[in-house]
C-alpha cells in the first residue's frame, strides 16, 4: 500500500471502532490530505443550514516525504487522536478539547493519547533552515527567525539543546510546507570557513591584479555592463524593469546568483540589499527558481 492508502486503512479501522465502543457513526466524517505546516492532523465540524459536517484533515508532507518514522506517528498516533475529537464533538459527554475523557477515547480507539507529536515539521509558508546548534543537536527555523540569526541575534534553545548562531551551519529542507528531497548545504557567510575561502579568494584575486599570477583560477563570470543599461534607462524603463531584464537575461546566459546582484548595483544605484531584496521579489516573474538564490 502507498503511504496515503495506510493511512486510509487506518481510518477505516478506527471507524469501525468507535461504531462498536461508543455507538457513533464517523463514516460521514469528511477526510482530507492538504493540511500544511507544523500541525499533523486537524479535526474540526461546522454547522451550515441546520447541517452539521465533520472534517478531518492530515498533514500531506508528513505522509509522503518518505520518513517511516514520521509515517508510523501519523498512522498509530495521527488517525485516533484527530477522530478522538470527532468522538466528542458528537458525544461532548465523553470528553472536549485535550481532557482526560479525550484521553481515553483516543486511546480506545487506538491511539498513545499524547496531545502532541515529535514528527520534524516544515514549515507551511516560506523556507525551512535546520541548523546544528552550538552543542551539535539539529533544529529547525522558520525563515523569519533564519533572518534574525543571519542579523546577529542568537536563537537559545532549553534542555540542553544550545544556541543557534550565525556561525552554525544549516541546510535548507523545505519549501512551502514541501520536504526537499535532497536538503540543500549552506553555510553562514562568517562560518569559519566561509570565512578562509574569502580569505584566500581575495589574496588569489590582489596577486592576479598585480600580474603575480598570469592565468586566474578561474576566470571572472561576466556580467551586463552598466553602459548597455543606462542606455535602456533613458527611455523611462523603471529601475524594477531593469532589474528584471538584468536577472533573466543574466540567468539564462549562465551568470551567477552574486554576478547578477553586481550588475544590478552598477546600474540601478542600489545597495546590495536592496538589490537582493529585488532580486527576490521579482525572481518568481521572470521564471528563476527559489533553488538559485537561496
Given at each position: ?28 466524517v469528511r477526510v482530507g490530505f492538504?493540511l500544511k505546516g507544523r500541525v ?255
Open positions: 500500500m502507498t503511504p496515503q492508502q495506510q493511512v486510509q486503512e487506518k481510518c477505516r479501522q478506527v471507524v469501525e471502532a468507535a461504531k462498536r465502543i461508543y455507538n457513533v457513526d464517523l463514516s460521514v492538504n499533523a492532523g486537524w479535526a474540526q465540524w461546522k454547522r451550515k443550514l441546520g447541517v452539521t459536517g465533520y472534517t478531518v484533515r492530515f498533514n500531506h508532507d508528513m505522509i509522503v516525504r518518505g520518513d517511516v518514522e514520521a509515517l508510523r506517528d501519523m498512522v498509530e498516533n495521527t488517525v485516533p487522536h484527530e477522530f478522538a475529537h470527532i468522538v466528542c464533538y458528537m458525544r461532548p459527554e465523553l470528553g472536549r478539547n485535550h481532557d482526560g475523557g479525550w484521553q481515553r477515547v483516543c486511546i480506545a480507539l487506538g491511539g498513545t493519547g499524547k496531545r502532541t507529536h515529535d514528527v520534524d515539521v516544515v514549515y507551511g509558508k516560506g523556507t525551512t533552515y535546520e541548523y546544528t546548534t552550538d552543542r551539535g543537536h539539529k533544529v529547525r527555523v522558520s525563515e523569519r527567525h533564519h533572518a534574525r540569526v543571519q542579523a546577529g541575534m542568537p536563537l537559545r534553545y532549553r534542555k540542553g539543546l544550545g544556541t543557534v548562531t550565525q556561525s552554525c551551519a544549516y541546510s535548507i529542507v523545505g519549501i512551502q510546507g514541501r520536504t526537499l528531497a535532497t536538503p540543500i548545504v549552506r553555510q553562514a557567510d562568517n562560518h569559519p570557513d566561509q570565512v578562509e575561502m574569502a580569505r584566500r579568494a581575495a589574496m588569489v584575486e590582489e596577486l592576479r591584479r598585480r600580474q603575480l599570477v598570469i592565468t586566474p583560477v578561474q576566470r571572472p563570470t561576466p556580467v551586463p555592463t552598466p553602459a548597455l543599461v543606462v542606455r535602456a534607462a533613458a527611455t523611462g524603463e523603471s529601475k524594477a524593469a531593469i532589474s528584471r531584464r538584468i536577472m533573466l537575461s543574466g540567468y539564462k546566459a549562465g551568470h551567477g546568483y552574486e554576478a547578477i546582484i553586481s550588475a544590478m548595483i552598477a546600474a540601478n544605484g542600489y545597495d546590495r540589499q536592496l538589490a537582493r531584496g529585488t532580486f527576490k521579489a521579482n525572481a518568481p516573474k521572470v521564471g528563476i527558481p527559489a533553488s538559485f538564490y537561496a
